[in-house]
């Protein structure tokens, strides 16, 4: 085995399974600026964890691209065994971490791929080659991407656009080109949610979804992009925290022996890593102790326990369910050795560029080109595009009404981004509605452009619009105030929309929400008025 990690003779039975754990950690540097404490550990605690404990991984969110330089090497420092260090970057290292590039959501190059198969594998394979470079060059080393799931649920809360698409094949061969990109590094790539979140209704962050399909239609449909996956030799496949009664009906996947083991590993013949989705995700948290269902993922197949709620607890649990003879050290071993080929393949990837020329290997003309090409390739409109302005004359107010989920945690929009600055060029006022927004009384006449930032997302619990933003499309609709209309994120929302659109109104549609999205939308909109 490589030089820097240690002959498994001379680990613990702690030590072994602490390496099997990967805990959450904030980007951020500092303390203060921890964004969720339930699940991200101050640094001393985080400290003890990686230096005295040993746990083997951490997977990073928040801060900046160059901030995440630092911390990847702080973190590493901390442990005697390099480290895992993963983040989810489905859309690019700068989904996640400002300042490197963020691509549109995988459903977008899905869209391209019904029109021009060739073309979107190419653009999958730019993106994986792109996300695993500037992924390198600030320290992470596993992509939690790509997402295999097949979306053939519109009203999926959870997974939605970050699926390539409804399509097996179409999902099979987008995955593929993405592996094959993110491949000419030495970053592990993974699979998920095996073994198919596509068709769901339920956000598993929040309760255990059904997954109540035949062994045929699994076998059809949910199956076969992890199938190619694994040909392609993507390095780890992620479960999912769901039901699936056809194979097991006491157990959610993640959790059970016949989907892990009996069909993943010995059926499909997956050698690389089984990595177990967020164990403190309500489908899980919520019907299983903290202690007790790591020990289950590891009955189950698992050889990394993502996020427990309890590291130190979970170690404790595992290495006691050894004792009583629940599990071997075998079984404990076997999962250490695949934990070492991943490390042994990705450590010396790690710090190859110095750390003051990472920002050379980030956000690169190239990086932007692709994203446009695939935005402009993915998006659409109709109406009456462009808008006609007539900035001369005495107009009523024009008013730039922007829908989000949640305004204090919209990384997207700022002052300066183009859905807000451009607007304002032409005498629009802005307002903002979110979820937590009272009604919004319609009494004075003003010409509206609403802009919609609607997608299915982790923890919202709906794949669509909240009441509010519904009735209020219905009252501009009714007052004929709706002038524009442009829809960031779901197609499934425009889909929604366009039956009760008057034909002449313009609308654009983006599968991206980032600045890059914003300025493409408006700058089609607003054609004849720059």
Not at 77 to 103: M, N
Not at 187 to 199: N, Q
Not at 205 to 218: E, N, Q, Y
């Amino acid at each position: 085995m490589a030089e820097f990690l240690p002959d498994l003779d001379d680990l613990s039975l702690e030590e072994m399974v602490a390496q099997m754990l990967v805990v959450r950690a904030s980007g951020f540097l500092f303390d203060h600026e921890i964004r969720y404490p339930a699940w991200e550990a101050p640094n001393a605690t985080l400290r003890h964890w990686l230096e005295d404990v040993g746990v083997g991984g951490v997977i990073l969110l928040g801060g900046s691209a160059g901030e995440l330089s630092v911390r990847s090497q702080q973190l590493q420092g901390y442990a005697k065994v390099p480290l895992l260090v993963a983040a989810d970057i489905e859309e690019g290292v700068g989904q996640r971490f400002s300042g490197a590039t963020w691509f549109p959501p995988p459903m977008a190059i899905g869209e391209i791929a019904c029109q021009n198969l060739l073309q979107a594998q190419d653009y999958a394979e730019q993106m994986g080659a792109i996300t695993a470079s500037e992924a390198l060059a600030i320290g992470i080393n596993w992509v939690l991407a790509p997402v295999v799931d097949v979306n053939n649920n519109p009203n999926n809360p959870v997974i939605n656009v970050r699926a390539f698409g409804e399509n097996p094949h179409i999902v099979s061969q987008l995955a593929t080109a993405f592996i094959r990109g993110a491949h000419q590094y030495p970053v592990l790539t993974s699979a998920k949610h095996f073994p198919g979140h596509g068709d769901t209704v339920t956000d598993s962050h929040l309760d255990l979804p059904v997954l109540d399909h035949s062994a045929f239609h699994l076998a059809e449909i949910e199956l076969p992009p992890f199938a190619a996956a694994i040909a392609a030799g993507v390095d780890t496949v992620m479960s999912a925290h769901l039901l699936i009664p056809t194979w097991d009906a006491e157990r959610p996947a993640t959790l059970s022996p016949p989907i892990l083991t009996d069909l993943l590993r010995e059926q499909m013949q997956f050698q690389g890593l089984i990595v177990t989705d967020a164990l403190v995700m309500g489908a899980i948290a919520n019907r299983y102790g903290a202690n007790e269902a790591p020990v289950m993922a590891v009955e189950a197949g698992a050889d990394i326990l993502l996020m427990p709620a309890d590291p130190v607890g979970a170690i404790q649990a595992v290495c006691a369910a050894v004792t009583s003879g629940r599990l071997t050290k075998k079984r404990i071993r076997a999962s250490v050795e695949r934990i070492w080929q991943a490390k042994a393949k990705v450590t010396p990837g790690l710090n190859a560029t110095e750390p003051t020329s990472y920002v050379d290997h980030l956000a690169q003309p190239a990086a932007f080109s692709t994203v446009t090409n695939i935005l402009e390739a993915s998006g659409c409109y109709g109406g009456n595009v462009p808008l006609s302005l007539d900035l001369e004359s005495d107009t009523p107010p024009r008013r730039n009404l922007i829908v989000v989920d949640d305004a204090l945690d919209c990384r997207f929009l700022s002052p300066h981004t183009p859905a807000v600055a451009l607007p304002r060029q032409f005498g629009y006022t802005l307002q903002v509605v979110d979820r937590n927004t009272p009604a919004l009384a319609i009494a004075d006449v003003q010409a509206t452009l609403l802009q919609l930032f609607i997608r299915g997302n982790p923890f919202r619990g709906s794949a669509g619009l909240s009441l509010i933003p519904q009735t209020l499309l219905k009252k501009l609709l009714e007052t004929g105030e709706l002038q524009a209309l442009i829809v960031y994120g779901s197609p499934y929302i425009l889909e929604q929309f366009l039956s009760n659109l008057p034909s002449t109104t313009p609308y654009i549609y983006s599968y991206g929400q980032m600045p890059e999205a914003q300025a493409r939308a408006l700058k089609v909109l607003f054609k004849n008025s720059f």
